[in-house]
């Protein structure tokens, strides 16, 4: 069967929420992924950074198999030794805990539980008022309590009711954070980069004057940092470009290296263990196979030196990039290798380029309407990178 043949198959029974290319895919390895005709294509999205290593690489495969034989799920009810993967993971970021989830969406769940929970046990604020700020056109995941921090109309128009105490303020506005915040505000949540949104990098400062603000209003300081932690920005955490270490953050997406789901809440004792025994889990939350993947995860990112290579080959990719004459090209901008090529609204729009693309071999998927994202694995070479590039150039002529 070929891609046609096969997509007829799946959408028969596949009851879908996605927009996807018309391609099915069948093997990856490193940044290559192959479709059931055979045809390969290099991976520029990565799967929104979860595979930062690349597909299949030789170490997670190995950790996966060996933990399958080994030790499968025992539950909350027990420890097991995998759960050192916690200290490791939050001694790894700077922080003292972690809290294990799987998806992150469930993570940022945590943070409005440990931010509510704060505002009424340690700050005083009357139950049930507690008020999160949160940025306009943010992406954190898609259950109800985090939608209810959405501003975008296609995610949130027909679902409602919402959870209440979320405001909503400017993204990259530190007046408006000023202004939001009153006796009830328990906690800022932002992401250090908008990606879903577009990859929009906020000024330099930014995050360092919105951990002051919150700290002297004695709010907690929460970074988002799923898809931009564990390398992709070219540091281990995006909010390290800044030296700012919040009150919380949130990682998910390839701390699970492209294997299993896993997510996290990390910070510091007094503010994270805020949740007591009962107060929360999830079956699979922590479970053996997770942190198994996890812990070998963390070795690579230590050993490989990801997020060095790829604040290197982004820099170069970058300017590769703008380099290139195109009318349609508005603006170029990224960290490391989380990168947006922002197109004119006159070019109609990011995703037929995309499709162009794939039809050249380079899987990758428009962020919002009108920038294509490129998130190529962190370990991909400069020859790889080069071929990437003509191929751009072809398109975006
Ligand atoms: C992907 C993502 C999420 C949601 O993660 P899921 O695993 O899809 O639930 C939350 N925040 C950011 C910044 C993300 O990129």
Redesign the pocket.
Known sequence: MGNKELIEEISAGLADTYDRHRVVFVKGLGPWLWDVEGKIYMDFLCC??TVNAGHCHPRIVRAVREQAGKLDAVSGAAYHEGLIFAKELAEFCGYDKALLMN??????ERIIKIARKRAYIRMGIPRNRAKIIVCEDN?????YG?LSASTEPHYTKNFGPFLPGFIKIPFNDTGALKKAIDGNTCAFLV?PIQ??GGIIIPDQGYLSRCKEICEKAGILFIL?????GMGRTGKILCGQHENVKPHLS?V??FIGGGQI?V?AVLGDRGIIDILEAGEDGSTHSGFPPACAVGREVLRILKEERLEEKAAKTGEYLIGKLREIKSQHVKEIRGKGLLIGIELKPEAGGAKRFCQALLEKGIFCKEAHTHVIRLAPPLNISIELIDKAVGKFKEVLR
Do not use: L
């Not at 998806?103 to 940022?108: P, Q």
């Not at 992406?139 to 259950?143: A, I, S």
């Not at 988002?224 to 931009?228: A, F, L, P, V």
């Open positions: 929104y950074s998806s992150g969406a469930e993570a940022v992406f954190h995941g898609r259950t985090v992401e990606a879903e988002d940092e799923i898809q931009t949130t998910g997406k789901p997510s």
